[in-house]
């Protein structure tokens, strides 16, 4: 049996592990924790809470993800983003646990015309991407057997996302203005946590940066517009321009990733955004 701590496990991605923990029981034993439990951003916490524990894996979902809100609260943002992953990193390294960290496509300036790959140089454009990106580099310097996986648009049953707010928008007005020319990806958390799950079942160890997403292009208007639909509501939904929708953090205009390489070190096929954004959406009707 592998033993498998779950940090952040009120968030959309800990809570999606928790969802299909009953599909892995035979092979793991989770442990799942929070803020409340464990403030990674302490270092004296993160030691004594793996004091005479055998962890396999630690899989971080912990993170601050207020977008806007970390332009305002930059030390917070970089002592859970960027500390609190070198602490659990380190402490990993030391137990001989291995770390699985979620990064995001936010370490990228969105200036590329094609997908980035990891071997591009981040360049982040707000202080969330740019903690994330600390936090990164922090690992690599501390730990040895680290994947640290970088996703996008995450959404999910669970907590507040683009996929939730839509459909309660939805319900609320006639008519939605929604953003056209940010062009990502998105990521069901559910996909994602199946994903890091077959990591370990898999016992891979090549070890490094991965990206990860449900396949496909996209920009939030385009979400927007399959959202309004599956969700069987007369709301219009109408295109602007980021210029007429200003936000505090500067996202970035591009942030399709590369998956290439993830498909073929872990011999995976991901699911189409279309699929995965039915399931979510019907789940969240009924």
């Known amino acids: ?19 299909i923990k009953g599909q892995f029981t035979e092979n793991i034993v989770f442990h799942f924790t929070d803020a409340n439990e464990l403030d990674i951003s302490n270092e004296k916490a993160v030691r004594n809470f793996f004091k005479n524990k055998n962890y396999d894996y630690c899989i971080n979902c912990a993170a ?12 917070l943002a970089y002592a859970i983003n960027a500390d609190g992953s070198k602490y659990l990193a380190k402490v990993c390294d030391e137990y001989n646990c291995i770390f699985i960290h979620v990064s995001t496509d936010f370490v990228f300036d969105g200036t590329k015309e094609e997908p980035y790959t990891t071997l591009d140089q ?3 454009l707000n202080i969330y991407g740019a903690s994330k990106l600390e936090g990164e580099r922090l690992i690599q310097k501390v730990a040895k057997k680290y994947f640290i996986i970088r996703t996008s648009w995450v ?5 507040n996302n683009f996929v939730k707010t839509m459909i309660k928008l939805g319900k609320e007005k006639d008519r939605l203005d929604v953003v056209s020319d940010q062009i990502g990806s998105p990521t069901y958390a559910r996909d994602l946590a199946h994903f890091l799950l077959k990591i370990i079942l898999d016992k891979n160890n090549k070890y490094g940066i991965y990206h990860f997403s449900n396949e496909g292009v996209l920009s939030w208007y385009d979400f927007a517009q399959a959202i309004i639909k599956l969700s069987n509501s007369d709301t219009k939904v109408f295109p602007v321009s980021s210029s007429d ?14 998956k290439d390489e993830t498909i073929t070190v872990f011999n995976i096929e991901l699911e189409p955004w279309q699929n995965s ?3 979510c959406v019907r789940n969240l009707n009924y």
Do not use: H
């Open 1 to 19: 049996m592998l033993s498998i701590l779950v940090t952040g496990s009120n968030g959309q991605l800990g809570m999606s592990i928790q969802e």
């Open 64 to 75: 601050y993800t207020a977008v806007d809100n970390a332009e305002d609260n930059i030390d």
């Open 122 to 124: 981040p360049r982040p």
């Open 155 to 159: 959404y999910s049953e669970f907590g």
């Open 245 to 258: 929708y200003k936000t505090k953090a500067e996202r970035p205009k591009f942030s399709v990733m590369n």
């Open 277 to 279: 954004l039915k399931t």
